[in-house]
Every structure is written in structure tokens, then in C-alpha cells.
């Protein structure tokens, strides 16, 4: 099955339905926020959010009551401070209870990987001396066969959508990553489904290195081209990270009404086609 | 007579532990400060590690996140994160990680997870990040926090990253072989761990700062070296370039939207 080409609403109509595993992925970079924001419209609920950092996407997604259970490594807005839709989750059980399993980096990074690789579980140098194994029952350890040194064990990643933006994907629905990677080729092979949001669709991709990060058609279920499609996040060679807009962001998260509000407003009365302009906006 | 305020002193001799060598794993806030001072200063070939995966990066504004564009830009190559953490950290190819705290005990052991119970808090802080393994994997660790009796506790509320454990070699029965926290710096003085117990003790006290100030804003005893240095006050070179940096990020993270 080659990629096909939809609307943003029929792409998360036809991969996304209630109780799911997700991950969206997009290391500070490419994050699919029009996605993030399509989910909420499309009031899907009882998720199981998977994503390395948070960040804004998933503060939205835990305040309009999309999420079960959150896996994470880092709840923060990077450089301002808390996401308060998560922290009132996690204190208040606001908008309800939201259950959370907690892991370091590394140990997600790992776990991507081992789940693109078809493995049960990843194995690594890690949680040593640290806290997390004794709240986090998915963190175990074991001893290698032929060195009996201790090795941290977590389950692979393998949800049954991961949802990323990239800048490009061409007319046959390849679709190509630049700049900061993350772990969303990883996310993509992992999982059983998969959403690919684009700046653009091109003819062909011109000189690009042979290295360069690539999923070809076959590795994709469905491409929406959306311009801007990861504001406030960024794509490189398209707009900068509006780093304004994230601390702008703090106030809106830390109060419930003005949140919701502010969901109203540019989520449930707003569409992908919003992005554009925040695009231009940010233009470097 | 030079003036700066404290936090700038903190930086600066933060940013002096760096040498030109080194290759340094990079936390967000005060440690991407501190290491792109040393950058700017004394050690321009210092190689700046951000764990988006950016290697060698030269920022020309620090980043407000670890994965701004800017440090992909400037950097000498950007590889995926899961090759950032298996290879690059895990490998053993970082000699300091420069990290901060909410929290901290004597033993530079490291809370970023939560203030209170776990699985009730009282305050949830955003967690671990890429610290428990840069923690262990980086040659040594370099802190970075300013001083105060609630960020500087006898009992951390959570281990969220192992510094010298308990004290003594509690460090190594993890199966840990790097060196650890070898210095603390702080608005206030600077520690390094004792030789054979690892407990920091101030080695030495910025100027104008007296050893009650430390001693009120400690949670811990504090203990003082034999002999306490002076530290040094920052250069003109220093805090212009300092300040230059912190101008040209305010300028750029402004006005954005």
C-alpha cells in the first residue's frame, strides 16, 4: 500500500479512532500541531499520548480531555517553564485523571528504535542509580548473557499511529526530513499506521543527498500538505520556531478558562488552513 | 571597579570550568549559557553537544529550547536523536555534562522529577530529560545552580539522576565508572567533592560573599576546604560578551508570532 494523499480531517478520520496509541513525534522541530489540533476537533478520546517532550501539542491535547495515559522523558516548555495543562493533570486530575508512565530520554530513544527494529524490548546503559525503576514498573533490568553486566530493559515503542511533519514529500509520496531529525523515522517505522503532514508536495526533491532522511511511499499510510503545519514549532528552511508564542503560551496554559477559551477559538473555530499565515509570520 | 551582579558571577565561573577540548553535553538554561561563554571566551573550539542531536554547534543566540534551529544551523553535522544517546553518550564520547537542578543534595545527586510524593506531589516538575544518562555516560559533571536552603537539601524528594549516590564509592556499585559531579558552581562559591567521602565542600567563595551567606543558604552542614580560594572577578572581556549574548537572545526570542 502506497501513500495516499487526504485532508487533514479525513487523514485523522480514517487512522486515529478512541483508545488509540499515538505518538507525535518532532524533536522541538517539525512538531504536527494542525494535527494535534484536528484530534481535538474530531473530540477523539481516551488516547495513550506517546511523545519524548510534551511540549505545547500534548498540553493541548491533556486540557481538551483527549488523554488517557501519557509515556514521556520531559514535560516542560522548553526554556519557559511548566506545561500547566499536564501539571494540573497530574495534581488536580484536570479535566480528569490522567495516568503517566515516565522514562529518561534515552530510554524513548531506545525504545523508537527497538520497535522500527521489530524488537520486544530495548536494552541499554541507563537508570543507573536513578529513581524512575521504582515508580515505573515498565523499567527492568537484565543481565547480559555474556558479560553479566546489568542493562536497563523497557518495552519497545509500537503504537498504532505516530503522527510527524516534514518539510517535502514529493508527487509519489516520498517524503523527505531535513535539519533536527528526533526520532520521528523511527516513530513512523514503529508504528501500524501512520500521518505525515508536509510544508508542500513537490515535483521531485532536486539535489538532495543520497543520505538524506527519507521514508519512501510504502513506508507511509497518509500525506496532508499543510503550510506552517508545525507553528509554533518550525521547519527548517520555512519559518523559525516562534519562541514569542511559546511564552505567550505559559499565561493561556496556566488558567483553565483561558485555555479552553483559547481552544474555542483557534482550535474548535479554526482549521489547518489557519497555519499558513503563522508561516509567514515567522518567516526568518 | 567592575560591577556584576551575582548570577553573572555564577555564569562566568561556570563557563571557566569548560577547557578548549572538551566535549560537552549541554543542559538547557544556565549550563547553555555558561558553555557558549567558554565558547566565546577561552575555549573557541570547545565542541557544544545539544541533545536534539546538534553536534558542534555555535550558536549565535542561545537557544530557548535544546532544539532551536539555530543550533542545527551552526552546527558542524545534526544526527537523529536515538544516535545521539546510543552512540555519541552511551559510546563514551562526551567528557562533561553540564547539567542544572531543582533540587540537590551534598552529593550532587539530582531531583528534576518531582517536589513531594511521587504519585501525589506537590509540585510536578517537568522530569529527567536526557540528565539520568548524561549523568552517568559523560566523564565528569559539571553543576550549575544558584544557591538556596530549598534547592539545596540534606534528602532530595527523588533521585531523578545519580550524582555520587550515598558518598564514598556508592557511586561505582551502580556499575557506574565515571567520575561524577566534580564541581558545583553556584551564585555564591564553588564546591567540589571530597576526595574520599564525595560530599561537596566550598573550595572557593565569590568575592564580597561571606561563609554565613553560604552556610544560610544551604540545606546541608556546609563544609569549607582547608584553604578556601578567592574566586577570581569576572573580566571586562567576560561580562561584555556575557552581556552581548543575553542581549542579541532577548532581541531574537522577541517579537516573534
Known amino acids: 500500500m502506497v501513500a495516499r494523499f487526504m485532508s487533514l480531517k479525513e487523514a485523522v478520520a480514517s487512522c486515529v479512532k478512541d483508545g488509540d496509541t499515538i505518538s507525535m513525534e518532532g524533536f522541538t522541530h517539525l512538531i504536527p500541531h494542525a494535527a494535534g489540533h484536528e484530534i481535538i476537533r474530531q473530540g477523539i478520546k481516551d488516547l495513550t499520548l506517546i511523545r519524548m517532550t510534551p511540549d505545547m501539542i500534548y498540553d493541548q491535547l491533556i486540557g481538551a480531555g483527549c488523554a488517557k495515559k501519557l509515556i514521556f522523558s520531559w514535560g516542560g516548555n522548553p526554556g519557559v517553564g511548566s506545561l500547566h495543562r499536564l501539571r494540573e493533570a497530574v495534581q488536580e486530575n484536570w479535566p480528569h485523571k490522567l495516568e503517566i508512565e515516565e522514562h529518561s530520554h534515552a530510554a524513548m530513544a531506545n525504545a523508537y528504535d527497538a520497535g522500527a527494529a521489530g524488537l520486544p524490548c530495548a536494552v541499554f546503559k541507563g537508570y543507573r542509580g536513578a529513581e524512575l525503576p521504582r515508580v515505573n514498573p515498565n523499567i527492568k533490568f537484565i543481565k547480559c548473557p555474556f558479560t553479566g553486566e546489568s542493562l536497563a530493559a523497557v518495552p519497545s515503542i509500537r503504537p498504532d499511529v505516530t503522527v510527524v511533519h516534514a518539510q517535502k514529500a514529493n508527487k509519489k509520496g516520498d517524503v523527505l526530513f531535513e535539519g533536527i531529525v528526533g526520532v520521528q523515522k523511527e516513530a513512523v517505522l514503529a508504528a501500524k499506521k501512520s500521518i505525515v503532514t508536509v510544508e508542500e508536495i513537490v515535483d521531485d526533491f532536486g539535489d538532495i543527498s543520497s543520505n538524506a532522511v527519507m521514508l519512501p511511499n510504502w513506508a507511509v499510510t497518509a500525506i496532508v500538505e499543510i503550510p506552517g503545519g508545525a507553528h509554533p514549532s518550525y521547519a527548517q528552511g520555512y519559518y523559525k520556531r516562534d519562541n514569542a508564542f511559546y511564552k505567550a503560551w505559559d499565561p493561556i496554559a496556566r488558567d483553565r478558562e483561558a485555555f479552553q477559551a483559547w481552544i474555542e477559538e483557534h482550535v474548535m473555530n479554526g482549521g489547518p488552513e489557519d497555519f499558513a499565515a503563522k508561516r509567514e509570520a515567522n518567516k526568518g | 571597579m567592575v560591577e556584576y551582579t551575582p548570577t553573572e558571577m555564577m555564569t562566568v565561573s561556570a563557563a571557566r570550568a569548560l577547557k578548549n577540548d572538551d566535549v560537552c553535553f549541554v543542559g538547557i538554561g544556565m549550563p547553555s549559557a555558561a558553555c557558549n561563554l567558554a565558547r566565546l571566551t577561552h575555549a573557541p573550539d570547545i565542541t557544544l553537544i545539544y541533545e536534539s542531536g546538534t553536534i558542534g554547534t555555535k550558536p549565535d543566540v542561545l537557544p530557548l529550547s535544546i532544539g532551536d534551529g539555530e543550533l542545527c544551523e551552526t552546527a558542524v553535522n545534526t544526527v537523529p536523536v536515538p544516535e545521539m544517546f546510543r552512540y555519541w553518550l552511551q559510546g563514551g564520547k562526551i567528557s562533561v555534562g553540564f547539567l542544572g537542578a531543582a533540587q540537590l543534595d551534598k552529593f550532587g545527586n539530582i531531583n528534576t522529577t518531582v517536589i513531594g510524593d511521587y504519585d501525589n506531589p506537590k509540585v510536578r516538575l517537568p522530569g529527567g530529560g536526557g540528565a539520568p544518562e548524561i549523568a552517568t555516560s559523560c566523564g565528569e559533571v559539571f553543576l550549575v545552580m544558584k544557591q538556596s536552603k530549598r534547592g539545596f537539601v540534606e534528602k532530595i524528594d527523588f533521585v531523578t539522576s545519580l550524582g555520587h549516590g550515598k558518598g564514598g564509592d556508592d557511586r561505582a556499585s551502580y556499575g557506574v565508572d565515571t567520575k561524577g559531579p566534580s564541581r558545583l558552581i553556584t551564585d ?44 577570581a572577578i569576572p573580566s571586562e572581556k567576560e561580562l561584555q560578551v556575557l552581556r552581548e549574548l543575553h542581549a542579541r537572545t532577548a532581541k531574537a526570542h522577541a517579537g516573534q508570532q
Open chain 2, 188 to 231: 555564591l562559591c564553588i564546591m567540589e567533592p571530597h576526595p574520599v567521602g564525595k560530599q561537596f565542600i566550598v573550595t572557593s567563595i565569590h568575592p564580597g560573599v561571606t561563609r554565613e551567606e553560604i552556610i544560610e543558604n544551604t540545606g546541608w552542614t556546609v563544609e569549607f576546604a582547608d584553604e578556601v580560594a578567592e574566586t
